[in-house]
């Protein structure tokens, strides 16, 4: 018998119970589903993160003193230390914006123009101009700020956007530190910067950046949250953590992104292999699945087989079409989850974690005090995520071969038994 003909029979099979097949086509579906649009998440938050720290530079560390502030005075001993390039003082205030008619939660830095473009890399503006170091509130302003529903731009240049702040402020008299609302603060809008995605410091996208001397003038501030220190090569940081430490002791808390990075990408591969995990009981249950309803179609078509075998068919050709039958779903199921798990890559930040996730959006995490606190706790480091979900074309196939696999696998047992079968007893089967 030739194979297109065992191929027709099997089709023909299939075709016959089209519910029975669409469920177990489904099954498969979903496991290979659910492998494309996890691993697509955990990938591009991976490559996000690596994009992000390039952009900032394994010679960098991000420095703030545990229960104080830095001062003028900080940076000064911080400019002594040996491989030190650039000191970079930042003022960080939480705040949110009336854009469009509705309010959106910002956080304004307060950062020199040249000290701005060593963070970003590179500023890119798509209207306006960059700011001059100035007292005068003047404000970059971020793509998400400017487009709060990426159709349209809700600020332009020139206009004045009023923000209403947050933060550590002094009574007056200079002390004790209290935290208490700031008055709203009116800037004039620059430049408006096009969508940067992941940071690992910054996010570009949701924040408002003034000149450093404007944030002073306008928050009553002599005092800084974060300093970033530039080496002059990455062979220096060592040397500067440790005069880091001999000067501000156990107080000092120190990140640089290379120690950053290999604490994420651990806590992004222990998420992929949970995520693993987790696609991989579905495709165990779509595996099941299939045994189980393939045993009862071979039950069912006891009758069948017996005539076939009847008419000359050999035991390799029930079984070969028993297999290939499973081989189909697997085809249709694999072909199918890919499109839908590429589909369910872009759709699921949107509707996980209360949007926390989203492609092209953010999430900020903060250590250290919240928008309120009785003490004067400089703002930490932060940690702003934004990224895309990335369709890996590799982990396409493998999920297309693991689904025509299972399945395959899984229509073995039942495949042996349809063809140890009986003609005689099967054809007198009820």
């Not at 949701?206 to 062979?235: C, E």
Request: zero cysteines; a neutral charge; glycine letters at 10%.
């Amino acid at each position: 018998m030739r194979f297109l003909d065992i191929f027709y029979l099997a089709y023909k099979a299939l075709w016959t119970h089209k519910v029975r097949t669409t469920l177990l086509i489904l099954s498969v579906t979903v496991g290979i589903a659910t492998i494309i649009a996890l691993t697509s998440q955990t990938e591009g938050v991976g490559m996000s993160i690596t994009a992000s720290l390039q952009r900032l530079g394994s010679n960098t560390l991000i420095v703030s003193i545990r229960g104080r502030t830095l001062t003028d005075q900080d940076l000064a001993l911080m400019s002594m230390l040996e491989g030190v390039r650039k000191v970079i003082p930042i003022i960080r205030v939480m705040g949110t914006v009336n854009v469009g008619g509705s309010e959106i939660d910002v956080t304004v830095y307060g950062i020199s123009a040249e000290d701005l473009k060593e963070i970003l890399g590179e500023t890119k503006i798509i209207d306006g101009t960059l700011y001059q170091d100035t007292t005068i509130p003047l404000a970059i302003v971020g793509h998400d700020i400017a487009y709060p529903n990426s159709t349209y731009s809700a600020v332009s240049v020139g206009q004045a956007i009023t923000v209403s702040m947050r933060g550590l402020v002094p009574f007056a008299g200079g002390s004790p530190m209290q935290a208490q609302r700031l008055l709203p603060v009116i800037l004039i809008v620059t430049s408006i910067l096009d969508r940067y995605g992941a940071s690992f410091l910054i996010s570009p996208d949701s924040s408002i950046f003034i000149p450093l001397q404007a944030a002073q003038h306008a928050f009553n501030r002599g005092w800084y949250d974060m300093v970033i220190i530039k080496a002059v090569d990455v062979s220096y940081i060592s040397a500067i953590e440790e005069g880091l430490s001999y000067i501000y002791g156990g107080n000092a808390n120190i990140i640089s992104p290379t120690q950053m990075a290999e604490t994420m990408q651990n806590i992004i591969m222990q998420m992929s292999l949970l995520l693993g995990s987790i696609a991989a009981i579905s495709l165990i249950a779509a595996a099941l699945g299939i045994l189980n309803m393939m045993l009862v179609t071979i039950t069912e078509r006891t009758r069948e087989i017996g005539t076939l075998k009847a008419i000359g068919l050999k035991n390799k050709h029930i079984l070969a079409q028993i297999i290939i039958e499973g081989l189909l779903i697997g085809v249709f199921g694999g072909v199918m989850g890919n499109v839908i798990g590429v589909v369910a890559s872009y759709i699921l930040p949107s509707i996980t974690l209360g949007g926390m996730f989203r492609p092209g959006g953010g999430i900020q995490t903060r250590a250290g005090a919240g928008r309120f606190s009785p003490t004067p706790v400089p703002a930490a480091p932060t940690m702003s995520l934004s990224y895309e979900p990335y369709i890996n074309p590799i982990m396409m196939i493998i999920a297309f071969i693991l689904a025509i696999a299972v399945s395959v696998v899984s229509s073995l047992y039942p495949a042996w038994r349809a063809a140890k079968m009986d003609p005689a007893r099967a054809l007198k089967y009820e």
